[in-house]
């Protein structure tokens, strides 16, 4: 939760909805993480991937730079 709480919901808001205030001023709007269809797929791996590439030609940044433990953690949040 901490680490999604300083690096994700600036633009996804607390609970993952998409509403974060970053968020707001991008274009595609960043992703609601509770509903929808995950473009690369939702399993564990997809999600894992997405976090360290980003999803080219979306808001969706590249967060290779955080260890991989703390992207594992991410992952088992969402």
């Not at 808001?13 to 473009?39: D, F, H, I, Q």
């Not at 690369?40 to 791996?45: F, L, P, R, T």
């Amino acid at each position: 939760a901490k680490v999604y709480a300083n690096n994700c919901a600036v633009c996804h808001g607390p609970k993952g909805e998409g509403n974060g205030p970053a968020g707001m001023g991008l274009n595609p709007p960043p992703r609601n993480l509770v509903e929808g269809k995950w473009k690369k797929g939702g399993d564990s791996i997809a999600l894992y991937t997405t976090l360290e590439k980003g999803l080219p030609g979306t808001s969706m940044a590249s967060f290779a730079h955080l260890p991989s433990k703390d992207r594992w953690a991410l992952v088992q949040f969402m």
